[in-house]
């Protein structure tokens, strides 16, 4: 585990009494960032610090003066309409603003009533993705995901003999991150039909979504000059829910032999909170266990603190909601649970890895973790693998069947980090609608 300090305290409780409710993902102990402004306003986005069911303003904080030093340094690099500038201070900054927002924040604190003044109700909020993205990568780092993908594809044996001596991952497109809540338009694409000679050019049908981690680059690394795996976790942000949507029945015709294109790149989804890493310090664990057959580690991904608390304990529920479960009055449903412990690479192996050539990586820049999925299809993290690439069907409450997403349906995952002795954390919610293909 990761060191702790007050902010981390299971007994501290806030003066924003939504905050103290035993089901918040927003208690006193995470205090996650993100960008907002009032909706149907013109008012500039700014960052803003979560606490249950409010929003405690970046801006405001500043205008009132509430911080000094380091902290108020940091509000005002976090009042700026995305938070690359306070992903570029660092750790130390991060920390202080942190601590000052807890101080602020809490029972007894003396500025509760200008703090009161400085809060901005969620439910009155749009949001915006947290950083100006000038990168995005996306991982391919769940052992489960990658056998059931080989499985799938008959390859013998499933696995890619890379997969256990490097974290793999193509480069996605940073112009269609897009914030939680935004619709995803079906995509046209090259298809080629079961049957038929070559392609044709329609709307995707096998339309999927993939449950990850995302996470954010704070300090980034100059380009020739690597980022050694045990500074890793100084330089990353915080971590955010990614859905990477993927249009199954492109990706199969146009990935060899470069990888995805199209197929993913017409929208990532990502949650409107990014939890920082030291509100995550209660849940590193030990990385996965890699199995008697793992290869060694070679030496930019092998550090003993990273094998020792490397790993994070984090939970993502991904839930299914039909427009005629909506007519209906119906619930979002549980289709799956996915446990990033279980992944086979840390997201600081990721980050090592990434830089280990000397590629420079940037603030705010983004990187997901991969889907996160497991071995049973209560775990699995996308529906390629949950209906063997469509070849089963589920059903949904209210009786229809799914083998892919149909226009209407809306994916929602919400994630959550528990420990013994700690307040539970969450990271709020990542869902987007599908909406149908445009007429072409
Ligand atoms: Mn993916």
């Not at 490397?310 to 449903?333: F, I, K």
Request: aromatic share 8%; charged share 20%.
């Amino acid at each position: 585990m990761a060191a702790t300090n007050e902010t981390h305290d299971v007994g501290l409780s806030s003066w924003v009494s939504a905050a103290n409710a035993v089901d918040t993902d927003f208690p006193m102990q995470n205090l996650p960032f993100g960008v907002f402004r009032r909706h149907g306003d013109d008012e500039p986005f700014r960052g803003g610090v979560a606490i249950g069911d409010q929003i405690l303003d970046m801006a405001a904080c500043v205008k009132g003066g509430f911080f000094d030093g380091v902290a108020a340094a940091a509000a005002a690099a976090a009042a700026e309409p995305t938070l690359n500038s306070l992903m570029a201070l660092g750790p130390s900054h991060w920390s202080a603003l942190r601590l000052a927002a807890s101080r602020l924040l809490r029972t007894g604190s003396a500025n509760q009533t200008a703090g009161a003044a400085s809060l901005v109700p969620m439910d009155e909020v749009e949001y915006a993705v947290p950083s100006a993205i000038a990168n995005y990568t996306d991982f391919y780092t769940s052992l489960d995901h990658a056998t059931n993908g080989g499985r799938l594809n008959r390859r013998e044996p499933p696995l890619f003999p890379n997969f256990k001596h490097l974290p793999v991952a193509y480069h996605g497109r940073a112009s269609s991150v897009t914030i939680s809540g935004a619709p995803c338009r079906r995509p046209w694409g090259q298809i080629v039909r079961p049957g038929a000679d070559g392609p044709s050019f329609e709307p995707a049908r096998m339309l999927d979504y993939e449950m990850e981690i995302g996470a954010y680059v704070g300090v980034g690394n100059p380009m020739g000059y690597p980022i050694p795996l045990a500074e890793a976790d100084q330089r990353l942000f915080g971590l955010c829910l990614l859905n990477d949507w993927s249009a199954r029945d492109i990706q199969g015709w146009e990935m060899a032999p470069l990888g995805p294109f199209l197929s993913k790149s017409f929208m990532t989804s990502v949650s409107p909170w990014v939890v920082t890493m030291e509100a995550l310090a209660p849940f590193r664990m030990a990385a996965a266990n890699r199995g008697a057959d793992a290869p060694a580690l070679s030496p930019h991904l092998n550090d003993p603190t990273d094998r020792l608390d490397g790993g994070l304990d984090v939970t993502v529920d991904v839930y299914l909601l039909s427009e005629r479960m909506r007519a209906d009055g119906l619930d979002p449903a549980l289709r799956s649970r996915g446990y990033f412990r279980k992944n086979y690479w840390t997201v600081f192996q990721m980050m090592a890895h990434h830089a280990s050539n000397g590629c420079n990586l940037q603030t705010g820049d983004l990187y997901g973790s991969g889907t996160v999925s497991g071995p049973s299809r209560e775990e699995m993290g996308c529906l390629l693998e949950i209906t063997d690439r469509g070849a089963l069907t589920f059903e949904l409450p209210g009786g229809e069947t799914r083998a892919f997403l149909e226009d209407g349906d809306e994916v929602i995952f919400r994630g959550q980090c528990l420990r013994d002795g700690f307040a539970t954390i969450g990271f709020g919610e990542c869902r987007g609608r599908v909406a149908p293909a445009h007429d072409g």
